[in-house]
């Protein structure tokens, strides 16, 4: 079946209207979403489902877009099934002003980007460019994130969506779209409606290379260090003041390198602080602690437990306290019960003429946590690539492949039924 031939906008097409409109969110922000231009994108969206024929497309009052496709099988208990990506971009980089820049038929050579030519992807820095020689990549010109990650996922579910309405041959049961803010700020599901959704499973499609499918990811707890200094006049302070800036800063070295990000890989979980405010009496250090076995994350609190004790032990008269709170689990372990999930998304990519590979992410997804609120969901290649940077990319073929495995993966379940 030729997915392609009735097209009047391409995923490309889509791609490059989404991400010119800004949606970086907020982590300072405590509105939801948390910032309002996630709307603008929300709602241009909303428009091309409903000019598509889906009737019940719509924004709701926390930025998340809904619709339904409906069942077009005589087949009856056909599960039902839902397409998820995120509309916010990273607040790492700036996501203002993109000017997104199709290289044609990419031959392996560096390509340098206009507006900063210090910003160049090489094969050294970007392997799986090595994937992509003949095909065309887009890149943003220099200064901002291109965002793909994840308006990539965010156009092939658009492009998917008007295929399987001008291709009722292609059969399938209810599909549930599902396009939410704030995901890059650890809060893409607060307010998510499951109930509104009413699936059965969910794929997210904001990973990668071709063929890749996650179905297991970091298990994630946020960890905040409050340490009581003494504070004292320093032109008086002579064996008085305890500076809790300095008791922080000692903490923060001492933390050993084989729990560092930068120290860890594979399968590897780490402890990383993300920020440090305060002054001479409080300072507070906020972590992040990740690692794929959940009972290792109460191991990697007592090693910021341990090294507090044995620095604070030159400070006798400050105190320290740690908090932790749960951030997302591992999916995995939820996805473990339904495994037809995992296998019929491997099955649709093989359909689109791919090799399925299934891989762990060292991070988490929207699907972390609402495999967790009983929506399993593992994560499916986008084809985006160096997320949150200058120097992100997406080829085109591969979105084009992301979107035909959403195609077969609604026939799967159909099938399969």
Request: net charge negative; hydrophobic share 35%; glycine share 8%.
């Amino acid at each position: 079946m030729d997915f392609n031939a009735s097209l009047s906008f391409t995923v490309t097409d889509r791609f490059l209207r989404y991400v010119v409109i800004d949606t970086q969110s907020d982590p300072a922000s405590s509105t939801t979403p948390s910032t309002e231009k996630q709307k603008d994108l929300g709602r241009l969206l909303v428009n091309e489902l409903l000019e598509i024929g889906i009737a019940d497309a719509h924004l709701d009052e926390y930025g998340y877009v809904y619709a339904t496709i409906p069942a077009n099988t005589d087949k009856v208990g056909v599960p039902v099934i839902c397409f998820c990506s995120h509309m916010d971009t990273a607040p790492d980089c700036s996501g203002k002003d993109v000017k997104p820049i199709i290289h044609k038929n990419y031959t392996g050579a560096d390509i340098v980007l206009p507006d900063d030519n210090t910003q160049v992807l090489k094969l050294t820095n970007h392997p799986d460019l090595r994937n992509q020689v003949g095909n065309d990549i887009i890149t943003a010109s220099g200064n901002t994130v291109l965002g793909a990650d994840n308006k990539a996922g965010v156009a092939e579910i658009m492009d998917a969506c008007y295929q399987l309405m001008q291709h009722p041959e292609i059969k399938h049961g209810a599909i549930k779209i599902l396009f939410t803010p704030d995901e890059e700020i650890g809060r893409g599901v607060d307010k998510a409606d499951i109930a509104k959704i009413g699936a059965f499973a969910c794929y997210t499609m904001d990973g990668e290379s071709a063929g890749n499918m996650e179905n297991e990811t970091f298990s994630a707890d946020g960890a905040k260090l409050t340490i009581q200094g003494v504070s004292t006049h320093p032109g008086f302070a002579k064996g008085k003041m305890e500076s809790a800036i300095k008791i922080a800063g000692q903490i923060i070295a001492a933390l050993p390198d084989s729990l560092a990000p930068e120290h860890t890989s594979d399968m590897q979980g780490f402890v990383h602080p993300v920020e440090v405010s305060g002054h001479v009496e409080t300072a507070i250090v906020e972590f992040i602690i990740r690692d794929f076995e959940e009972d290792k994350l109460k191991e990697h609190a007592n090693v910021i437990r341990r090294v507090a004790d044995e620095v604070l032990n030159r400070f006798p008269n400050s105190t320290y306290t740690l908090e932790t709170h749960e951030q997302y689990r591992n999916m995995k372990n939820v996805l473990a019960q339904h495994p037809q999930i995992v296998d019929y998304g491997m099955e649709a990519m093989r359909r689109a003429g791919l090799r399925p590979k299934l891989c762990s992410i060292r991070g988490g997804t929207d699907g972390s946590r609402l495999s967790f609120m009983g929506l399993p969901t593992p994560n499916i290649f986008a084809g985006e690539h160096a997320f949150h940077s200058k120097q992100e990319w997406v080829s085109v073929q591969d979105m084009q492949k992301a979107v035909e495995t959403i195609l077969h993966l609604c026939m799967v379940w159909e099938e399969k039924t």
